[in-house]
Every structure is written in structure tokens, then in C-alpha cells.
């Protein structure tokens, strides 16, 4: 009999919706239940390609006697943290307050008020590692309840209190300068891994943001040291087995300080901030390897993840059947040498085995390895290699597939219309501009409301209930931003400026100028979420704040300028002490710091070959935070590009920051000069 996730659109909610556990989706209702019972409620809060979510579900939760103690003693509710991030956000800073850290699953015990009072997140179905059992958890979690009463809501209380107290050390409205940007640099350098490339330890995640900033403050400032940290760091990626060898596209992170044993789910928000990266790394070094790896993630993401809608499904499960019918994590990925043998006869096997890496003990486990590139391109004849490659991803599309999440999520869809946008016009490639433009076509018919208001997800062409938060507006607008400047359709700018007009109002504290999770108007939890420092994503704070400067020089609008200033008080404040956990922030700053420049190019028609030529070379430039406007004389699809006329008839480019204009240029090598950074 399924429980009350049947009626759910979240993949992950469908998942538990034939679990003996008698579900509720996070809902007044459920609280009310709680209430009228006079027993606490169990959180339960994961995603659909989390890989211990998974175990746990299958010890616990499908489990008929753990399912008849939680239904007589309980209200069971569970969320998934991909719809709804500020009930995610909430509670896991409660968690991480009590415990000192963090993860998915996450288990909460609250009270019907929703106030957390116990804490934790896997918990095993028997003890083990000086862990309780679920069933001892619940137990303990019951008498407590039951003989404590007082004393748990006392203790929720303060926990509510305590969290209500933990403000943000905002840092001003001071904007972030030299000295900051310096030492944010000298704590990356201090936490580089110089042999293995990326920072600190195991696990270790690719560092996105951070790599962005270092791109960005060698283009403005010439530090070689920036460069080289983001050029190894990206070969180190690239070559490992986080990186999917055979069919492109990035693992979530690398559970080994080398890169080399990943957990192997892939996620959209990964693959779409690191094929960015990747495709200003080409920008900047012409690296053959970064434009592989550029185009090949984005290939992987078109392939892979597109809905039937046009938008862009979540994630690929880490797990997948084995071939014996048990879903194991990275069976669809790893090989054993009697498996390359089988697909290739011996001798291209042990080709296969050198250049792969691939060895008799493994570099996984019971015996099996994860495809590397431990030695440097060149050793092998290419042909060769690219056959043996083809061969073994066509057998590999023959093993089960890993799952797929077809949730859209407005956020994670804007970074990859960024990322496809950008790297279909650095490598003319306008199959991938278009991919770009019809996720972005999906957003607008089906999470805008008539008031361009977001709603965080949709599934099968059917818009979610959840209402965006700050990260889906700022992400959004910045892939809108994007395909303005790809496209020459101001319209992309237009919407932007819509989704923006809604951080300033509802997102925005018009006090201090800092952003908030949650829209003023959103429901009330526990606590409205405020985090500036970004996780696996940009935070929304500095993505808004990206955003915002990239409008403001579009447009010369000074309130979205002053908005964007003032968001940046808290890089100020935290780049020194965390650069690793404020990249974007960090890479925004520099885009502040350079100006940013805008440039408008003008010519005859979009299709001119001169046009094109000058609107190509503005993309390509790296100065931080360029933006792009293109256009005809006059035209009024952007503010850029008005009094801006040809110079003798032909295509002309017009670069201007801080409110002061170069000569306008006809020639691509002086506009690349001007923009070089």
C-alpha cells in the first residue's frame, strides 16, 4: 500500500513511496498530526543519488518491524534537500552546531513546532562503530518524549534561540581590495595540495569557484602562481577517475586525496560549473586538454541528462545493478583486466590496461579499477587509443544504467545555460548555444509565474510546488545574462533584470544589504537561512551578487551596482579567513575590481563576418566580468549598444569601465588587447 509520497513529483520522495514507513511530505499537515498525537517527528532529509540514503533506506525504512515502531510513535516526514534547500539549510546548521558535522542522510527529531531537539544523520540497523542502532535511536528518542517531556522542549527552545543568535560577522558595506584578494590568495596557496593539485584533504571536491577566481585574478593582476595552481589542479581533475574517461562529464568528488576513486554520482551542477571552467581554461592557455574536457562534459550533459522537456535532469545515481541483479556503487564505471580482454582481445587489452590504468589488484574494489590517464598524452598512438575508447564506452552502454533524478532544478539548469551558452561559442558550437536556449525557453514557460517569479523545480513538463530561493533567481539570471551576451537577444537580458528586481525586493535586507535564502514572503521555518559561503554550488549571496554587477554594467543601473557592492561587504570579511568556501565571492570581487568592462560591437547585421569576428573576439576576451552587448547600429535590444554608430561603415567595437571609453576599434587584435585582462 503506498504511503502519502505516491502523489509526489520528487524522484527521491517516489523512491520511499512504497516503504512500510507511513510518510508525510514536509507539510502543515504533518505537524498538525504531530500535534493532535502528542508525539515528536522524525526529519528525514536526503537526494535521490545520495548513495547512504540509499543503504539506510533499504536497512531501516523497508524494514516491517523498524516501520511499525516509528508509525506508533512518530510522524515520519521526508524531504528532499534538492526541493526544498531551505528546510535542508535549517536544520543541517542545527546539526552541524550539536555535532560538529554534517551529511545526507540527515535525521532530525522535532518537536510539533518543528523545533529540532536530537540529531544525527546514517544511523545502522544494528550497533556498530560505537554507533547506536536506528532502532535504539528511536527508542531513546520515545522515552525521552515520553518521561523528559519538559525538559526536551526546553532543550529545543534553546536550540531554536542559540541558532536564532548566530548572525553573520556581515563585515559592512566596504567592498573587498588588494589587501583582501592577497591574503585570500596566500590561504589558497597555504591549503594547495602541490602534488596532487586541489586543496586540503580526503575527500576531496573539485574546487569550482575557487579555480574561477584564480582565472579571473591572473587575467587582472598576471600572477603566474594563480594560473598554475588552476592549471594543475584542472590536468590533475582531468586525468583521474573522477573524470568519466570513456563518456565525459565529472563524478560529485574524489574520495582519496589523488583523484582517483570517485563517488561516482554524477551531478548537473558539477558537470555545468566545471565545463565553465574547463572552457576558460582554454580561454586563457589555449590548453587541448581543457577543450576536450570542456567539450566533452557539455557533450555529456546534452547526452545524458537533457529531458524529453529540454531542461536539464539533476543527477545519475552513484549505484547500479552489477549484472546479478544487486545495485552497487560504480558498477556501471569500473573495470577488471579479464573485462577489457573480453571486449578487446589481449593485445589491445593491455593497451587499454597502460593507458587506462587499469591493474590486477585494482584501484577500486575486489579488483576492479577506475579509469585514470596516468601517463601524458603522446605515449600512445592516438588512433589506436580512440578506438580502444569507443569500443569500451559502446560495451559500457550495454551494462545498466545508473538512475537518473528527471527533476529540473531552476539553479543548477541556469549555471548549465551559462556553461553550454559559453562553450558553444568559444568552439562553434550552436547545437550547444541552442541546448543553452531551449533549457532557458522551459524556465520561462514553466517556472515564471505571470510576476517572473521562480518556482525551484519541475518533472515531465509539470511545475513543482516549491518556490525558487535566492540561488535559482541568481543562478538563473546569470545564465540569462550568458546567452545575452552569446546571442545578441536582449530579451535574456530583459528577464534577468525581472528575476533581479526580485532579489532587491524580497531577498534583500534593506538595511545592511544582506541577502537572505528565502524570499521575505516565503514560509516561515524555525529560522529564515542567510549563508554567504558556497558549497557545492555558488552561494546564492555572491551568485546575486555576479549577477548584479554583470546587470548593473549592461545597464548602468545604480541600485543593482550598489546592491552587488554591498553583498560583496561579506567577502570582505570572510576571503581572508576562508578563501577556499568563499571562491565566488572571490571571483566576483575581481570582476568589481577590474571594472568590469563592457563592450558593445556593432556592424551591419549579426551575420556580417565582421561583426562576428569582433563579437567572437569580446567572448574571448579574459578581463573578469566582461559583458558583452551585440547589435545593430541603434538598436534597442540593449543599453550598450545605443549611440554606438559604425565607424566608416564598418563593424565597430566600443570598450568602456568605470565610466570611461576607449576609441572604438575595428580591428579584432586591438580589441583583444584591450580585453586581455
Same mark, same amino acid.
Given at each position: 500500500?503506498?504511503?502519502?509520497?505516491?502523489?509526489?513529483?520528487?524522484?527521491?520522495?517516489?523512491?520511499?513511496?512504497?516503504?512500510?514507513?507511513?510518510?508525510?511530505?514536509?507539510?502543515?499537515?504533518?505537524?498538525?498530526?504531530?500535534?493532535?498525537?502528542?508525539?515528536?517527528?522524525?526529519?528525514?532529509?536526503?537526494?535521490?543519488?545520495?548513495?547512504?540514503?540509499?543503504?539506510?533506506?533499504?536497512?531501516?525504512?523497508?524494514?516491517?518491524?523498524?516501520?511499525?515502531?516509528?508509525?506508533? &510513535?512518530?510522524?515520519?516526514?521526508?524531504?528532499?534537500?534538492?526541493?526544498?534547500?531551505?528546510?535542508?539549510? +535549517?536544520?543541517?546548521?542545527?546539526?552541524?552546531? #550539536?555535532?560538529?558535522?554534517?551529511?545526507?542522510?540527515?535525521?532530525?527529531?522535532?518537536?510539533?513546532?518543528?523545533?529540532?531537539?536530537?540529531?544525527?544523520?546514517?544511523?545502522?540497523?544494528?550497533?556498530?562503530?560505537?554507533?547506536?542502532?536506528?532502532?535504539?535511536?528511536?527508542?531513546?528518542? *520515545?522515552?525521552?518524549?515520553?518521561? *523528559?517531556?519538559?525538559?526536551?522542549?526546553?532543550?529545543?527552545?534553546?536550540?531554536?534561540?542559540?541558532?536564532?543568535?548566530?548572525?553573520?560577522?556581515?563585515?559592512?558595506?566596504?567592498?573587498?581590495?588588494?589587501?583582501?584578494?592577497? %591574503? #585570500?590568495?596566500? $590561504?589558497?596557496?597555504?591549503?594547495?595540495?602541490? %602534488?596532487?593539485?586541489?586543496?586540503?584533504?580526503?575527500?576531496?571536491?573539485?574546487?569550482?569557484?575557487?579555480?574561477?577566481?584564480?582565472? /579571473? &585574478?591572473?587575467?587582472?593582476?598576471?600572477?603566474?602562481?594563480?594560473?598554475?595552481?588552476? +592549471?594543475?589542479?584542472?590536468?590533475?581533475?582531468?586525468?583521474?577517475?573522477?573524470?568519466? %574517461?570513456?563518456?565525459?562529464?565529472?563524478?560529485?568528488?574524489?574520495?582519496?586525496?589523488?583523484?582517483?576513486?570517485?563517488?561516482?554520482?554524477?551531478?548537473?551542477?558539477?558537470?555545468?560549473?566545471?565545463?565553465?571552467?574547463?572552457?576558460?581554461?582554454?580561454?586563457?592557455?589555449?590548453?587541448?586538454?581543457?577543450?576536450?574536457?570542456?567539450?566533452?562534459?557539455?557533450?555529456?550533459?546534452?547526452?545524458?541528462?537533457?529531458?524529453?522537456?529540454? $531542461?536539464?535532469?539533476?543527477?545519475?545515481?552513484?549505484?547500479?545493478?552489477?549484472?546479478?541483479?544487486?545495485?552497487?556503487? $560504480?558498477?556501471?564505471?569500473?573495470?577488471?583486466?579479464?573485462?577489457? /580482454?573480453?571486449?578487446?582481445?589481449?593485445?589491445?587489452?593491455?593497451?587499454?590496461?597502460?593507458?587506462?590504468?587499469?591493474?590486477?589488484?585494482?584501484?577500486?574494489?575486489?579488483?576492479?579499477?577506475?579509469?585514470?590517464?596516468?601517463?601524458?598524452?603522446?605515449?600512445?598512438?592516438?588512433?589506436?587509443?580512440?578506438?580502444?575508447?569507443?569500443?569500451?564506452?559502446?560495451?559500457?552502454?550495454?551494462?545498466?544504467?545508473?538512475?537518473?533524478?528527471?527533476?529540473?532544478?531552476?539553479?543548477?539548469?541556469?549555471?548549465?545555460?551559462?556553461?553550454?551558452?559559453?562553450? $558553444?561559442?568559444?568552439?562553434?558550437?550552436?547545437?550547444? +548555444?541552442?541546448?543553452?536556449?531551449?533549457?532557458?525557453?522551459?524556465?520561462?514557460?514553466?517556472?515564471?509565474?505571470?510576476?517572473?517569479?521562480?518556482?525551484?523545480?519541475?518533472?515531465?513538463?509539470?511545475?513543482?510546488?516549491?518556490?525558487?530561493?535566492?540561488?535559482?533567481?541568481?543562478?538563473?539570471?546569470?545564465?540569462?545574462?550568458?546567452?545575452?551576451?552569446?546571442?545578441?537577444?536582449?530579451?535574456?537580458?530583459?528577464?534577468?533584470?525581472?528575476?533581479?528586481?526580485?532579489?532587491?525586493?524580497?531577498?534583500?535586507?534593506?538595511?545592511?544589504?544582506?541577502?537572505?535564502?528565502?524570499?521575505?514572503?516565503?514560509?516561515?521555518?524555525? *529560522?529564515?537561512? %542567510?549563508?554567504?559561503?558556497?558549497?557545492?554550488?555558488?552561494?546564492?549571496?555572491?551568485?546575486? #551578487?555576479?549577477?548584479?554587477?554583470?546587470?548593473?554594467?549592461?545597464?548602468?543601473?545604480?541600485?543593482?551596482?550598489?546592491?552587488?557592492?554591498?553583498?560583496?561587504?561579506?567577502?570582505?570579511?570572510?576571503?581572508?579567513?576562508?578563501?577556499?568556501?568563499?571562491?565566488?565571492?572571490?571571483?566576483?570581487?575581481?570582476?568589481?575590481?577590474?571594472?568590469?568592462?563592457?563592450?558593445?560591437?556593432?556592424?551591419?547585421?549579426?551575420? &556580417?563576418?565582421?561583426?562576428?569576428?569582433?563579437? *567572437?573576439?569580446?567572448?574571448?576576451?579574459?578581463?573578469?566580468?566582461?559583458?558583452?552587448?551585440?547589435?545593430?547600429?541603434?538598436?534597442?535590444?540593449?543599453?550598450?549598444?545605443?549611440?554606438?554608430?559604425?565607424?566608416?561603415?564598418?563593424?565597430?567595437?566600443?570598450?568602456? /569601465?568605470?565610466?570611461?571609453?576607449?576609441?572604438?576599434?575595428?580591428?579584432?587584435?586591438?580589441?583583444?588587447?584591450?580585453?586581455?585582462?
Amino acid at each position: 500500500m503506498p504511503n502519502r509520497l505516491a502523489h509526489e513529483t520528487s524522484p527521491y520522495l517516489l523512491q520511499h513511496a512504497d516503504n512500510p514507513v507511513d510518510w508525510w511530505p514536509w507539510s502543515p499537515e504533518a505537524f498538525e498530526e504531530a500535534r493532535e498525537r502528542n508525539v515528536p517527528v522524525l526529519l528525514s532529509v536526503g537526494y535521490s543519488s545520495c548513495h547512504w540514503c540509499h543503504v539506510m533506506a533499504h536497512e531501516s525504512f523497508e524494514d516491517r518491524a523498524t516501520a511499525d515502531y516509528l508509525n506508533a &510513535h512518530f510522524v515520519s516526514v521526508k524531504v528532499d534537500r534538492e526541493e526544498r534547500p531551505d528546510v535542508d539549510a +535549517v536544520y543541517m546548521e542545527a546539526v552541524q552546531a #550539536a555535532t560538529g558535522h554534517g551529511g545526507w542522510p540527515m535525521t532530525v527529531f522535532l518537536t510539533p513546532a518543528a523545533e529540532p531537539f536530537y540529531f544525527g544523520t546514517y544511523f545502522p540497523p544494528e550497533p556498530r562503530h560505537g554507533m547506536p542502532s536506528f532502532l535504539q535511536v528511536l527508542q531513546g528518542v *520515545r522515552q525521552a518524549w515520553e518521561e *523528559r517531556h519538559d525538559e526536551v522542549t526546553e532543550v529545543a527552545g534553546k536550540i531554536v534561540r542559540d541558532l536564532s543568535g548566530r548572525e553573520i560577522s556581515y563585515g559592512g558595506s566596504e567592498v573587498p581590495g588588494e589587501q583582501e584578494i592577497a %591574503q #585570500a590568495l596566500l $590561504g589558497l596557496t597555504r591549503e594547495y595540495d602541490a %602534488q596532487r593539485g586541489g586543496f586540503g584533504g580526503a575527500p576531496k571536491f573539485p574546487p569550482s569557484m575557487v579555480l574561477e577566481f584564480l582565472l /579571473r &585574478h591572473h587575467a587582472r593582476t598576471g600572477s603566474e602562481g594563480a594560473l598554475q595552481m588552476a +592549471v594543475d589542479t584542472c590536468e590533475r581533475m582531468a586525468r583521474g577517475g573522477i573524470y568519466d %574517461q570513456l563518456g565525459g562529464g565529472f563524478a560529485r568528488y574524489s574520495v582519496d586525496r589523488d583523484w582517483t576513486v570517485p563517488h561516482f554520482e554524477k551531478m548537473l551542477y558539477d558537470n555545468a560549473l566545471l565545463c565553465r571552467v574547463y572552457a576558460h581554461l582554454w580561454r586563457a592557455t589555449g590548453s587541448e586538454l581543457a577543450r576536450r574536457v570542456a567539450l566533452e562534459t557539455a557533450d555529456f550533459m546534452v547526452r545524458e541528462l537533457r529531458t524529453a522537456e529540454g $531542461g536539464f535532469a539533476s543527477a545519475l545515481d552513484a549505484d547500479s545493478d552489477d549484472g546479478t541483479g544487486r545495485h552497487v556503487e $560504480g558498477a556501471y564505471y569500473v573495470w577488471t583486466p579479464q573485462q577489457l /580482454r573480453e571486449v578487446l582481445g589481449e593485445e589491445d587489452a593491455e593497451l587499454a590496461a597502460r593507458h587506462f590504468g587499469v591493474t590486477e589488484e585494482g584501484t577500486f574494489e575486489h579488483g576492479q579499477s577506475v579509469l585514470q590517464l596516468p601517463q601524458h598524452d603522446g605515449l600512445a598512438d592516438a588512433a589506436k587509443v580512440e578506438s580502444v575508447r569507443a569500443r569500451l564506452a559502446e560495451a559500457r552502454s550495454r551494462r545498466p544504467a545508473p538512475g537518473r533524478d528527471d527533476k529540473v532544478v531552476a539553479a543548477w539548469n541556469g549555471l548549465a545555460i551559462a556553461a553550454l551558452a559559453e562553450t $558553444g561559442a568559444y568552439f562553434d558550437r550552436p547545437d550547444l +548555444v541552442e541546448a543553452a536556449l531551449a533549457a532557458a525557453d522551459l524556465l520561462v514557460r514553466l517556472h515564471f509565474d505571470d510576476h517572473a517569479r521562480l518556482a525551484r523545480t519541475s518533472k515531465d513538463g509539470h511545475v513543482g510546488a516549491n518556490a525558487g530561493v535566492l540561488e535559482d533567481y541568481a543562478d538563473v539570471a546569470e545564465g540569462f545574462l550568458a546567452l545575452a551576451s552569446v546571442t545578441g537577444e536582449g530579451v535574456w537580458l530583459d528577464l534577468a533584470g525581472l528575476l533581479l528586481d526580485h532579489v532587491l525586493a524580497r531577498f534583500t535586507d534593506p538595511e545592511s544589504g544582506s541577502l537572505y535564502d528565502t524570499a521575505a514572503d516565503a514560509e516561515r521555518l524555525i *529560522r529564515r537561512p %542567510q549563508d554567504p559561503t558556497d558549497n557545492a554550488t555558488p552561494s546564492g549571496w555572491s551568485a546575486a #551578487a555576479g549577477a548584479l554587477l554583470a546587470y548593473a554594467a549592461h545597464t548602468g543601473s545604480a541600485p543593482h551596482r550598489a546592491a552587488a557592492e554591498k553583498a560583496l561587504g561579506v567577502v570582505k570579511a570572510l576571503g581572508p579567513r576562508v578563501p577556499r568556501f568563499v571562491g565566488w565571492g572571490l571571483a566576483v570581487a575581481e570582476a568589481l575590481l577590474d571594472g568590469p568592462r563592457e563592450v558593445a560591437v556593432v556592424g551591419p547585421s549579426l551575420g &556580417h563576418e565582421g561583426t562576428r569576428m569582433l563579437h *567572437r573576439t569580446a567572448l574571448l576576451g579574459t578581463a573578469p566580468g566582461t559583458v558583452v552587448a551585440v547589435g545593430i547600429p541603434e538598436s534597442d535590444e540593449f543599453p550598450l549598444l545605443a549611440d554606438r554608430p559604425l565607424v566608416h561603415g564598418e563593424p565597430a567595437a566600443y570598450v568602456c /569601465r568605470n565610466f570611461t571609453c576607449d576609441a572604438p576599434t575595428t580591428d579584432p587584435d586591438r580589441l583583444r588587447a584591450a580585453l586581455g585582462g
